[in-house]
């Protein structure tokens, strides 16, 4: 692994501030001084100002995110973010990202070729949100979401829709683009008042309430590494 990567993984900073502390020279490898392109390899010793550092252990953690917390590692504007409700003693960040006033499910991770698959659109990870809508959409705006939104950023690709109640619907998405579900229901004439994702990736939120979460299980990890490996 990169030694930026293993810094980061070892909880001592994220990988942009890890490359500066490999730039100031406070990071060797095997009594080396490491450099931005050093990999490190099992049995390697890497210290950080001659301290001997440890890799943590991947992590792996279904949040039920709820509203008035922000998706980041850090806000800028000293909101509570989801890091700070899960309280990890690893170096999780979240992939992807809820909005601040979604709610629903969200996977936090330090295990970044994996948080990346996820988030990359070509491996379509299914999404699925159920929304509370304006008005009482037809089936007319239910056609145009199934087949496709014409949006400011392209076309959206065709997404199951299935009717809650009558100003209720559940989207399942393969795409993630910015606050897609709300700019769908608004081309459509029907502005979304709550958004929720009640499923990531096959990840349901059974059990969990608002802010809880959890970690999760061998095989729950394994099948995520099926959908994009
Ligand atoms: N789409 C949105 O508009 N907002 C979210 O939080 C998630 C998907």
Redesign the pocket.
């Known amino acids: 692994m990169r030694l930026n990567a293993y810094l980061a993984r070892a909880g001592v900073a994220s990988r942009r501030g890890a490359d500066e502390l490999i730039k100031a020279g406070r990071v060797r490898v095997n009594s080396e001084p490491g450099a931005l392109n050093t990999f490190v390899e099992p049995g390697d010793r890497v210290e950080l100002d001659g301290r001997e550092l440890a890799p943590q252990r991947l992590a792996y953690v279904l949040l039920h995110k709820p509203a008035g917390v922000v998706t980041t590692a850090r806000d800028p504007h000293g909101r509570p973010t989801v890091v700070d409700l899960v309280r990890h003693e690893s170096r999780v960040v979240p992939v992807g990202?809820?909005?601040a006033?979604?709610t629903g499910a969200l996977l936090l991770t330090n295990d970044g070729p994996l948080a990346h698959r996820l988030a990359h659109p070509r491996y379509e990870v299914e999404?699925v949100?159920e929304a509370e809508v304006e008005g009482e959409p037809g089936g007319e705006a239910l056609r145009r979401l199934r087949e496709g939104v014409e949006l400011d950023d392209g076309r959206t690709a065709p997404a199951g829709v299935r009717r809650l109640g009558p100003s209720s619907l559940e989207l399942s998405?393969h795409e993630?683009r910015?606050?897609?579900?709300?700019?769908m229901l608004e081309a459509v004439g029907h502005p979304?008042r709550r958004?929720h994702?009640s499923r990531y990736a096959g990840l349901a939120l059974e059990g969990l309430g608002p802010g809880e979460s959890r970690e999760l299980t061998g095989p729950e990890v394994e099948a995520l590494r099926r959908l994009v490996f």
Do not use: A, C, I
């Open positions: 990202r809820l909005d006033d979604s999404k949100y998405l993630g910015k606050h897609q579900v709300k700019r979304v958004l994702r």
